[in-house]
């Protein structure tokens, strides 16, 4: 397999690190998967790592996936393992299957999509530790190191975690009991774990930028964040992270997996995006300093 991932780093840095774990497109060979590819296909977030492509330019350092999500996905634990898909016992400790691995998405995908398996054959525990070694570790190591680096040089760090929804699933969650119009789908949709991964105050900045460009926000609604923003925040010690979901409905066809002609307004949009947060970023560690 070529580049496992890769990393963007600018001349003049600040702490401002941009990750996106599924936008990767090259399939590793011993990827042994009976599905349509078209399938395949959509599970990426396509074109999101082109999206944000800007982000040294303006200090902050970009990490991407090359493997698919659909090979291993980093975004969850390591231990998010689904029992059903290995041929044999995990032997390397204990395994804890979320409801994600219930619903086929899991650390290693069993469904590309409802009814539709991935494999017509359970996977051996060697596949499976080799992914880990591989991709999951390595993917994991560099955004760690990324994020580590920039809290011991300024004391604080911001990390965007970037992501693109089908637009089938950028609808608000209903209220149990709600009786009125189903919402609409949304634009964007930012997650910081109920407010735990992220200062509120660069969640709501980050809002209402985005409303202010003309697009409908939500916040942890209806995806609040995975395990990267979760593994690498804590806003208390000044480690601040928060998922972004864009509707890819905005910029692509979902079924052919082509580029809309508003593509390059998005991106524009996204470089508007990214080049707030480097100023946000900027005016805080000034904001620090004077303390």
Same mark, same amino acid.
């Given at each position: 397999?070529?580049?496992?991932?890769?990393?963007?780093?600018?001349? &003049?840095?600040?702490?401002?690190?941009?990750?996106?774990?599924?936008?990767?497109?090259?399939?590793?060979?011993?990827?042994?998967?009976?599905?349509?590819?078209?399938?395949?296909?959509?599970?990426?977030?396509?074109?999101?790592?082109?999206?944000?492509?800007?982000?040294?330019?303006?200090?902050?350092?970009?990490?991407?996936?090359?493997?698919?999500?659909?090979?291993?996905?980093?975004?969850?634990?390591?231990?998010?393992?689904?029992?059903?898909?290995?041929?044999?016992?995990?032997?390397?400790? &204990?395994?804890?299957?979320?409801?994600?691995?219930?619903?086929?998405?899991?650390?290693?995908?069993?469904?590309?999509?409802?009814?539709?398996?991935?494999?017509?054959?359970?996977?051996?525990?060697?596949?499976?530790?080799?992914?880990?070694?591989?991709?999951?570790?390595?993917?994991?190591?560099?955004?760690?190191?990324?994020?580590?680096?920039?809290?011991?040089?300024?004391?604080?760090?911001?990390?965007?975690?970037?992501?693109?929804?089908?637009?089938?699933?950028?609808?608000?969650?209903?209220?149990?009991?709600?009786?009125?119009?189903?919402?609409?789908?949304?634009?964007?949709?930012?997650?910081?774990?109920?407010?735990?991964?992220?200062?509120?105050?660069?969640?709501?900045?980050?809002?209402?930028?985005?409303?202010?460009?003309?697009?409908?926000?939500?916040?942890?609604?209806?995806?609040?964040?995975?395990?990267?923003?979760?593994?690498?925040?804590?806003?208390?010690?000044?480690?601040?992270?928060?998922?972004?979901?864009?509707? &890819?409905?905005?910029?692509?066809?979902?079924?052919?997996?082509?580029?809309?002609?508003?593509?390059?307004?998005?991106?524009?949009?996204?470089?508007?995006?990214?080049?707030?947060?480097?100023?946000?970023?900027?005016?805080?560690?000034?904001?620090?300093?004077?303390?």
């Amino acid at each position: 397999m070529k580049e496992i991932l890769s990393i963007a780093t600018p001349e &003049k840095p600040l702490p401002l690190v941009f990750d996106s774990p599924h936008s990767g497109t090259i399939y590793p060979e011993d990827f042994d998967y009976v599905c349509r590819f078209t399938d395949l296909q959509k599970a990426e977030d396509k074109f999101v790592d082109e999206l944000f492509s800007c982000v040294p330019e303006y200090g902050g350092a970009l990490l991407c996936a090359n493997f698919p999500r659909s090979y291993i996905d980093v975004n969850r634990r390591i231990d998010d393992i689904d029992p059903v898909i290995l041929a044999d016992p995990w032997p390397f400790g &204990k395994i804890n299957p979320s409801s994600r691995s219930d619903a086929g998405i899991g650390l290693i995908r069993r469904l590309v999509r409802p009814g539709m398996p991935v494999y017509d054959h359970p996977l051996s525990v060697e596949d499976v530790a080799a992914r880990i070694e591989k991709c999951y570790k390595p993917y994991h190591d560099a955004l760690e190191k990324l994020i580590n680096d920039a809290h011991y040089n300024f004391g604080q760090i911001w990390h965007v975690n970037c992501h693109s929804m089908p637009s089938a699933s950028a609808r608000p969650k209903q209220p149990i009991g709600f009786m009125g119009r189903l919402p609409c789908e949304t634009d964007f949709v930012l997650g910081d774990r109920d407010g735990t991964s992220c200062d509120l105050e660069f969640t709501h900045a980050v809002r209402d930028f985005l409303k202010g460009l003309g697009y409908t926000v939500t916040i942890n609604d209806p995806f609040k964040g995975v395990e990267l923003v979760h593994r690498y925040s804590a806003p208390a010690r000044g480690l601040h992270s928060l998922q972004i979901e864009i509707n &890819k409905a905005l910029y692509m066809n979902e079924e052919t997996n082509k580029k809309l002609g508003d593509f390059e307004n998005l991106r524009l949009d996204i470089e508007s995006l990214v080049g707030f947060c480097a100023d946000y970023v900027q005016a805080n560690l000034v904001d620090m300093a004077a303390d």
